[in-house]
Antibody, heavy 119, light 115 residues
Framework: QVQLQESGPGLVKPSETLSLTCTVS??????????WSWIRQPPGKGLEWIGY???????NYNPSLKSRVTISADTSKNQFSLDLSSVTAADTAVYYC???????????WGQGTLVTISS | QAVLTQPSSLSASPGASASLTCTLR?????????IYWYQQKPGSPPQYLLN?????????GSGVPSRFSGSKDVSANAGIFLISGLRSEDEADYYC?????????FGGGTKLTVL
């Protein structure tokens, strides 16, 4: 059973970079079986997929966020991370990390962390 | 136009059936896609329920009751999520999802009210 836990600041200033980390247990981020994803959900709104990273370092991002997003992995810590640059109030959301067998359903989710963009 | 469109809300009575639709954008053939369904309750992450590609190619999530099922309406270019024997605990937001061009796409979600 894969378990994931998000961590990072809950408050980020506009124009700065939002940085979150997802710590994985029960599986390795070096596994070729899984994609490691970030998804967000603005308060009261729907889910938005941000992107994923694969063990090879291959990434795929939502085209609407691609210019601002970087997802990376630290195999020594069994973590993967999200950087979202030039944030605005529209980036205020609960951010989830999740995993899935390649091109299958998202089966393991973190509990989510609320990030508020405000000065 | 969004890749996946869901009605924003649906109401149904306890014991009744509820049919939630997920319409694929014109030009994207629903028949070729595997459609995934998730349930989300307030304050919790989404939970995977099931996926459906065809009657011979579908999977129920672990522990997901059989009164939850999937299908397609090919003429409407849509995936269907059906809940039979509605219970109060089924009140939640439901999202459909597909893999499109190697990326995850979610529908906007349907808020199901059981009253």
């Amino acid at each position: 059973q894969v378990q994931l836990q998000e961590s990072g600041p809950g408050l980020v200033k506009p124009s700065e970079t939002l940085s979150l980390t997802c710590t994985v247990s029960g599986a390795s981020v070096s596994s070729h079986i899984y994609f490691w994803s970030w998804i967000r959900q603005p308060p009261g709104k729907g889910l938005e997929w941000i992107g994923y990273i694969y063990y090879s370092g291959t990434t795929n991002y939502n085209p609407s966020l691609k210019s601002r997003v970087t997802i990376s992995a630290d195999t020594s810590k069994n973590q993967f991370s999200l950087d979202l640059s030039s944030v605005t109030a529209a980036d205020t959301a609960v951010y989830y990390c999740a995993s899935n067998v390649v091109f299958a359903h998202l089966d393991s989710w973190g509990q989510g962390t609320l990030v508020t963009i405000s000065s | 136009q969004a890749v996946l469109t869901q009605p924003s809300s649906l109401s149904a009575s306890p014991g009744a059936s509820a049919s939630l639709t997920c319409t694929l954008r014109s030009g994207i053939n629903a028949g070729t896609y595997r459609i995934y369904w998730y349930q989300q309750k307030p304050g919790s992450p989404p939970q995977y329920l099931l996926n459906y590609k065809s009657d011979s190619d579908k999977q129920q999530g672990s522990g997901v009751p059989s009164r939850f099922s999937g299908s397609k309406d090919v003429s409407a270019n849509a995936g269907i999520f059906l809940i039979s024997g509605l219970r109060s605990e089924d009140e939640a937001d439901y999202y459909c999802m597909v893999w499109h061009s190697s990326a995850v796409v979610f529908g906007g979600g349907t808020k199901l009210t059981v009253l």
